[in-house]
């Protein structure tokens, strides 16, 4: 196999992974082909986020194998992080930096003007990010992973803390993504929402898959 050309955007094999003496996932497998959208759904503590932070490498599985883009999350991260993109709980973002400073930062490059633009923030450009509120935060955060221009992005949340015109933004963002080809896995709440683009769908609860739809290969 070609490094990084993979038959398959995700393949995940008997993930768990345990905080303490509890298991937050267990026994999770599924294969996603490139270009879909999937929807992980399920209740709070169902692993979902768990589930996005082992695929992007921000945590290691206990047990089980998994592939991004066709590297390995355990002993390939850092081609696996060159390949993808995470949107989590925790922004990431430098307080004390300006929101053009934080994308800067990150790749220096004449996007930035145009990605603040596209995320509703072009007016506060050279504002501090600590004083942006929770919604401001997680649209800069949007334009943090557009500027990467991954082929596999993890949204955990992505309406939480926005107003129905960043839901807009959101519901945008993603279908340019797909239309480019991108691979898309969001965990949410908003199934009613999410349903609507979705190409399929896990459910997990108490960290097993208990149901799939659609068409994830």
């Known amino acids: 196999m070609i490094r990084g ?10 993930i768990a992974r345990r905080y303490g003496r509890r298991w937050a996932l267990a026994d999770v497998s599924f294969r996603l082909a490139p270009g879909r ?7 709070n503590g169902s692993g979902k986020s768990t589930l996005l932070r082992v695929l992007a490498t921000a945590i290691r599985p206990d047990r089980g194998e998994a592939r991004v883009a066709g590297f390995d999350v355990v002993h390939e991260r850092e081609d696996v992080r060159r390949m993808s993109a995470l949107l989590s709980h925790y922004s990431y973002l430098y307080d004390a930096l300006t ?10 490059s004449g996007q930035t003007p145009a990605l603040l633009e596209r995320v509703g923030l072009a007016q ?34 992505p309406y939480g803390q926005l107003d129905p015109e960043g839901f807009a933004l959101v519901d945008q963002v993603i279908g340019e993504l797909k239309e480019s ?3 898309v896995l969001v965990a949410t709440h908003q199934v009613e929402h999410v349903t609507g ?12 898959v208990i149901a799939t739809a659609g068409a994830l290969e």
Do not use: W
Not at 127 to 134: E, G, I, L, Q
Not at 197 to 208: K, Q, V
């Open 5 to 14: 050309v993979a038959q398959f955007a995700i393949e995940a094999e008997s």
């Open 37 to 43: 959208v999937m929807m992980v759904a399920g209740r």
């Open 99 to 108: 929101a053009k400073e934080n994308l800067d930062v990150l790749r220096n």
């Open 124 to 157: 506060r450009a050279g504002d501090p990010v600590n004083t942006f509120s929770a919604g401001m935060r997680k649209r800069l955060s949007f334009a943090r992973v557009l500027l990467q221009q991954p082929r596999i992005v993890f949204f955990d949340e």
């Open 181 to 183: 080809g991108a691979t």
């Open 197 to 208: 683009y979705a190409d399929c769908s896990i459910t997990l609860e108490a960290g097993r």
